[in-house]
């Protein structure tokens, strides 16, 4: 909003001259959405244990630790980061801009749903929420008609092409597929964050991580002169993205502050969905769908130990882990929360180097 307010204004106080530039709206928009979580933080925190006696539902068959030191913990705390995300890219982005739309479809739909799965976990006093068939059927609907906002917007070929990393001058036409294909990034992501959060500030600094990552591609797919020097594909626009991923950061620097062990509030599938789903959105419109596996590399990992001890159970009747996601695995072999968290930590920040990476080795 800003991007159209001010700049004319540039004639007469130059200063106004700084918000046609990307970078500097960018960190305009991590600053607001930082400043937003912590002025609504608390009231939120205080609102949420007012309805919330008992806080999240802690499932009986997780760690056992998680019924003493959760307990009464109050979740949804996602609409915090939701508002942040929200109110910083509309003011700083360009509220013209098709992309900047689409991720927001993404990332206040998913948020809807993940709401609606947390109000009826709380209210029921249950671990259970949403059917799982309608929960994921909600995801694919959102995710379906952003990925046909997308595809109108971007150019062919780039439309339905899906590009490979570390080889500079391969894209392949993936046709209709690259809609399920791209439904799939989407919903794929959003629950691979879900799954990750499970330990205070697990989730969230590996998010913030992402994110920051994705502001560089954004700035750098959108910009013609950078794209070309490093052999990127372009695509016109989506350096906007910048500015919603740096708010991203901005909001989960803030909601840190208040998740950070021991937590004061969870962000529940109200932020983990929609936080994920976002990722995955901004990776399509910026054609790093494969470099996302990467850089978010953590939550691959969690998600295939879901899927490994799933189907060796299944199969054989044995785990593989003594509890999964791969988070629990490890609570249950003795290591304290913050050890985990911390390495874990550390495993997201080496997966981002090793993704940055591919945009100059090609």
């Not at 705390?77 to 479809?105: F, H």
């Not at 991580?209 to 959108?222: E, P, T």
């Amino acid at each position: 909003m800003l991007f159209h307010l001010l700049p004319p204004l540039a004639d007469e106080f130059i200063v106004f001259n700084l918000f046609r530039y990307l970078t500097f709206r960018t960190g305009g928009a991590v600053m607001t959405a930082l400043i937003i979580s912590f002025l609504v933080g608390p009231g939120m925190i205080r609102w949420l244990k007012r309805r919330q006696h008992n806080g999240q539902p802690i499932r009986d068959d997780g760690p056992g630790s998680h019924l003493l030191s959760k307990k009464g913990t109050p979740t949804m705390g996602g609409l915090m980061i939701l508002i942040a995300v929200a109110a910083s890219t509309v003011l700083w982005a360009d509220v013209k801009n098709p992309y900047v739309w689409a991720v927001l479809l993404v990332t206040v739909g998913f948020g809807a749903v993940g709401f609606v799965d947390d109000y009826l976990k709380v209210t029921r006093l249950s671990h259970r929420g949403l059917p799982a068939k309608l929960k994921l059927g909600l995801e694919f609907a959102v995710a379906f008609v952003a990925t046909l906002a997308i595809v109108e917007v971007t150019r062919a070929p780039l439309s339905t092409g899906l590009a490979i990393p570390f080889l500079k001058a391969v894209l392949i036409d993936l046709g209709w597929l690259f809609f399920p294909f791209a439904m799939l990034v989407m919903v794929g992501a959003s629950n691979a964050v879900n799954l990750t959060d499970g330990l205070d500030g697990l989730a969230i600094v590996p998010v913030m991580i992402v994110a920051g990552c994705f502001v560089l591609i954004a700035y750098l797919v959108g910009n013609a002169v950078f794209a070309n020097y490093l052999q990127l594909h372009h695509v016109p626009g989506t350096g906007e993205l910048a500015v919603f991923c740096g708010a991203m950061v901005g909001a989960s620097l803030g909601f840190l502050w208040f998740n950070a062990p021991p937590a004061m509030v969870f962000m529940g599938d109200t932020g983990s969905l929609s936080l994920g789903g976002a990722i995955g959105a901004i990776s399509v419109a910026t054609k790093h769908e494969l470099v996302l596996a990467i850089i978010g590399g953590l939550f691959v990992l969690e998600t295939v130990s879901v899927i490994v001890q799933v189907v060796s159970f299944k199969l054989t009747g044995r785990r593989v882990f003594r509890m999964a996601p791969l988070h629990h695995h490890f609570e249950q072999k003795g290591w304290a929360e913050s050890t985990i968290v911390i390495r874990f930590w550390v495993i997201a920040s080496i997966l981002a180097l090793v993704g940055l990476s591919t945009l100059k080795l090609r």
